[in-house]
């Protein structure tokens, strides 16, 4: 069932930001979630968005590291404990940006995991685990974003039709992956629910473009340099020299050196590459519905 948010819409539909800041940048005056902003893409993006001047909610499972990014990006960044994959938790979630900044122009639903593994021996708990992150997290992170967004529109228009500014737009970025894109061998739960999450941002973009509310995904190549990939304990390097997974590799930097040469541009992809196209999307005031590869030209759209 869903939560009941109309105390929020009613504060969203005011359109009176309580907390601008005093703050210079291309997303001046703003107010941003970022979930899974407690490491990794998610972090570097909220990082490049609140030096764009962005108020920042810092959303993650792992509050203690979440309070942390915030404390060090300084007084427009909050942190927000939230499990995506649970209905009452991004309601929460929601809510408390709503309390803080007044009202919400940007969702970036981040927050994602993997597991990989062949066809015949994978576990469907696994890829439930992450179907309800990736996937069911991201039309949570939708639905109650829309709730929000359609209570500002509602009272942009109110405005404009008394004289007041035109109704400005508002954005959902999706952060898929390559692997959104195009198949990937023995990470099938994984590209299923981009590929999926890909479905939803069509879907949504097609349902809330009259209400103003932009919905795209920004789809990223490898994070060579992140935790994912080069945490020297569990990171996927160290993982796929254990595993064999790279011929006749036999160190890290083997594996590494194999996974740049896959992409044309010679390096894995960056935050501040991902924030770029989140940027675009804002920006762009005429196009919705899209899923902008951020891959370095390893995989090209058709
Ligand atoms: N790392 C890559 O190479 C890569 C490439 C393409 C796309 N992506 C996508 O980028 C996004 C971020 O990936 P990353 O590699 O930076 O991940 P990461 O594992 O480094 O960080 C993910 C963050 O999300 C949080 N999180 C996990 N489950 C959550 C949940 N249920 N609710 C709230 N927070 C949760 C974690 O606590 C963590 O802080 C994901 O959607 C991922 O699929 C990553």
């Given at each position: 069932?869903?939560?009941?948010?109309?105390k929020?819409?009613?504060?969203?539909?005011?359109?009176?930001?309580?907390?601008?800041?005093?703050?210079?940048?291309?997303?001046?005056?703003?107010?941003?979630?970022?979930?899974?902003?407690?490491?990794?893409?998610?972090?570097?993006?909220?990082?490049?968005l609140?030096?764009?001047?962005?108020?920042?909610?810092?959303?993650?499972?792992?509050?203690?590291?979440?309070?942390?990014?915030?404390?060090?990006?300084?007084?427009?960044?909050?942190?927000?404990?939230?499990?995506?994959?649970?209905?009452?938790?991004?309601?929460?979630?929601?809510?408390?940006?709503?309390?803080?900044?007044?009202?919400?122009?940007?969702?970036?639903?981040?927050?994602?995991?993997?597991?990989?593994?062949?066809?015949?021996?994978?576990?469907?708990?696994?890829?439930?685990?992450?179907?309800?992150?990736?996937?069911?997290?991201?039309f949570?992170?939708?639905?109650?974003?829309?709730?929000i967004m359609?209570?500002?529109?509602?009272?942009?228009?109110?405005r404009?039709?008394?004289?007041?500014?035109?109704?400005?737009?508002?954005?959902?970025?999706?952060?898929?992956?390559?692997?959104?894109?195009?198949?990937s061998?023995?990470?099938?739960?994984?590209?299923?629910?981009?590929?999926?999450?890909?479905?939803?941002?069509?879907?949504?973009?097609?349902?809330?473009?009259g209400?103003?509310?932009?919905?795209?995904?920004?789809?990223?190549?490898?994070?060579?340099?992140?935790?994912?990939w080069?945490?020297?304990?569990?990171?996927?390097?160290?993982?796929?020299?254990?595993?064999?997974?790279?011929?006749?590799?036999?160190t890290?930097e083997?594996?590494?050196?194999?996974?740049?040469?896959?992409?044309?541009?010679?390096?894995?992809?960056?935050?501040?590459?991902?924030a770029?196209a989140?940027?675009?999307?804002?920006?762009?005031?005429?196009?919705?519905?899209?899923?902008?590869?951020?891959?370095?030209?390893?995989?090209?759209?058709?």
């Open positions: 069932m869903s939560v009941d948010m109309t929020w819409r009613e504060i969203a539909r005011k359109g009176q930001r309580t907390w601008r800041g005093d703050s210079a940048g291309r997303l001046e005056g703003k107010s941003v979630i970022v979930t899974g902003a407690a490491q990794g893409f998610g972090e570097g993006v909220a990082r490049e609140y030096r764009e001047g962005a108020c920042v909610a810092i959303a993650d499972m792992n509050l203690p590291l979440a309070e942390a990014v915030a404390k060090k990006l300084g007084g427009r960044a909050a942190a927000i404990g939230v499990d995506v994959s649970n209905e009452e938790s991004v309601a929460n979630m929601v809510a408390k940006a709503v309390e803080t900044f007044g009202g919400l122009d940007l969702m970036v639903s981040n927050a994602g995991v993997v597991r990989s593994g062949p066809l015949t021996t994978f576990e469907k708990k696994d890829l439930d685990f992450v179907t309800a992150v990736n996937y069911t997290g991201l949570l992170c939708c639905k109650y974003a829309a709730i359609e209570a500002q529109h509602e009272g942009d228009v109110e404009a039709a008394s004289g007041g500014e035109e109704p400005p737009m508002y954005d959902i970025v999706a952060v898929s992956s390559k692997s959104g894109l195009e198949g061998n023995k990470n099938f739960a994984y590209a299923g629910s981009k590929f999926g999450g890909i479905g939803l941002v069509q879907s949504f973009a097609l349902e809330l473009c209400k103003n509310i932009k919905v795209n995904a920004v789809c990223p190549g490898n994070y060579l340099d992140g935790p994912l080069s945490d020297p304990k569990r990171g996927l390097f160290v993982q796929y020299l254990q595993a064999g997974k790279v011929p006749g590799a036999r890290v083997d594996v590494r050196r194999f996974y740049e040469a896959k992409v044309p541009m010679n390096r894995g992809c960056l935050p501040a590459d991902v770029r989140v940027l675009y999307c804002v920006e762009q005031q005429y196009e919705t519905g899209q899923a902008i590869p951020v891959t370095g030209g390893q995989v090209m759209l058709n």
